[in-house]
Structure formats: C-alpha cells, structure tokens
C-alpha cells in the first residue's frame, strides 16, 4: 500500500529521470492529438453547421432580455 | 514583452469583435466566420463579435442534445470540446493573459486608482463548480417538457455576455426594453458587481468564476508553450509573488493552474530564472541588467 501522494507505480519509479521528462514533453502532443481527433469528430457529425446556426442568431434569454 | 502582450491583447479584442457595421444593421455578424471559435470569453450576441464562444456554444448543444439524438443528428459537442482543447493543449490559460477580451477588461479596470485588495485563495475553486455545474450538469440535465435544456451560465450570470451583448442590443433595438425584467437585473448586478471588484482587485472574475478559464487550466501541466522555472537558478528571493495579476507564487508552484503566462514574474526575476517555453526550450526571457556607465 502507498502512502497518499506518492507514486506506488513501480515502473514510473524505476524509469531513469532522463526518460521521465521526455515522457512529459510528449504529453502536449497527444493532448493536443486526442482534442484534435475529437474536433474530427464533430466536424464528421456536422456540428459546425449547428454551431454557426445558432451563433448567428441572437439569443435574448441567454444576454438577460425577455 | 508587456508592450508586446498589450499589442496581441489588442490585436484578438479587434479580431474577435471586428464587425463594426453593426450601428448601420443594428444587428449581429452573420457570416461565415462565426463558426471559427474565440480563444478568449466573448460573447457571439455582442453586436461586433465575428466568433463563437466556446462557453455559450457549448451550453446550446449540452441544452439540445436530446432533441439532437431524436432528430438523428448526433450534436454533442465534441466541436466545440476538441477546438477548446487543442487551444488549451497548446497555450492552457495563456490565452486568458494575451487573447481573451474579459480579462483586458479587467487589466484596465484595475488601473484605475484605487486601494488594492488580494483574493481569497479558496475561491478560485468556485470556477470549477460553475464549469461543473452552470456549463454542463444544468444544461443538460434540466430540461424543460418538450427535453430542451438551457445556457444556465449565460443567461443567470455572464457578465461578458451583460457588457459585451445585453447593453448594446437594448442600446441598438430600443423595443427589447419593453422585455426587461428581474433577469436582466440580476445581471446587470453581476457585471456592476464585477467592475467595482475588478477596480479593487486583480483579475477577480478570471480567478474566481470564468469556467473557460477553468477548462483551460486543466492543462498547465500538459500545454506545449508554458512559463517554465529554473530551479538551478532561483534563489526563492519571492520577487516574482508581488507581482503576479493572478496571486501566484511562481517559485513555488511553477505548474500552477492559475498561471496565465503573462510573464510579469520574468520582468522582474534578477536570476533569469524564468522564461516562457516550447517543450523546455526558452523562447522568451526578459529581464535586462541595468547597463553601468563607467566613471
């Protein structure tokens, strides 16, 4: 059992420090990939279209009138 | 570097609002730009907006989901989530200091002189809860009888929306005065409520109650371009604590999600300790040795 706040993957601790900070700055790139995917997605599905519908209309209830 | 983030800070208030026939239309941009997303919180009601914002537009399709799926279309969102998050993946909350029109506006707020007073740390948290609550669980869960959501967010509490959309539409259609009620009140009295704060303190509505600034502070350990500190180098003299709009002390949480990157701690670190990064690599550093002239 680990103690709260620290690391009880064993291989995480085993890793040289060196490899630790390259596996870090990987992690922008796979956000960055993983968001990119789900933006695919939604341009597949067709979202933009709903998305400028509604943008190019003015939502009164949603600024506070009527 | 400040002269800088002044000019770009500039550059995206004019390119997210840069529709300036409104006062001949007396209405809102209708083109095909509104479907590119505004990195920073700016409403697509504002009569100048040339963007969406991502906050509104995802509480329109978190409100219309079911009628989305009975209809077959499937909206869920995933547009809107994957555009906040690539920008998030790449800069995190950066966009908050140099691209986000609010925040401007809360910079020059708090220019004018006043005595200055910090923030509570502990609400900061309460712009995760409207996140949670206001821009997703409400949305979507609160639903009407015919299962159509609503924008809780907007509609009960943007200020941004108040300033940037609700005045200048009764200012352009005079007729919508006849539909103002308590809502509108309430509103108005958040974005009142906000000015004066934002006179008296740094960047309240951005620490205390933006959810888009909440998105992107998921990722200040996960964004490629960050401020990065040199621990070799820091001497943890705090001069970078006074400094900070949003109450950070950089040296001693360099990921934290407060961090907006707008690089006042680097001005003023005699030990060049901190600089603004891609993947570790410094891009930017600022602070200059007073030249001596010799006698």
Known sequence: ?66 | MDLLRKWVQGLFFFMTNGYWNFPVTRSIYKGPLKVVCSPGLNCYSCPASTTYCPIGALQQLFAGIRISIETGQFFMGFYVIGTMGILGGFVGRMICGWACPFGLFQELLHKIPSPKFGIWPLLRYMKYILLVFMVILLPLFAIDEFGSGSTWFCKYFCPAGTLEAGIPMLLLQPALQANLGWLFLLKLSILIFFIIWAVLASRPFCRTACPLGAFYALFSKVKLIKVSLDHKKCTHCGACHDVCPMGVHFNESPDDMECISCLSCSKVCKQNAINLGIRGLSIANQYKKPKVKPI
């Open chain 1, 1 to 66: 059992m680990g103690q709260p706040g620290f690391s009880t993957n064993d291989n995480e601790l085993n890793q040289p420090v060196k490899n630790r900070g390259k596996n870090i700055k990987m992690a922008p790139f796979i956000v960055i990939i993983l968001f990119l995917i789900l933006a695919m997605i939604g341009i597949g599905l067709g979202e933009p279209s709903q998305v400028l519908n509604q943008a190019t209309q003015i939502c009164l209830s949603c600024i506070g009138i009527g």
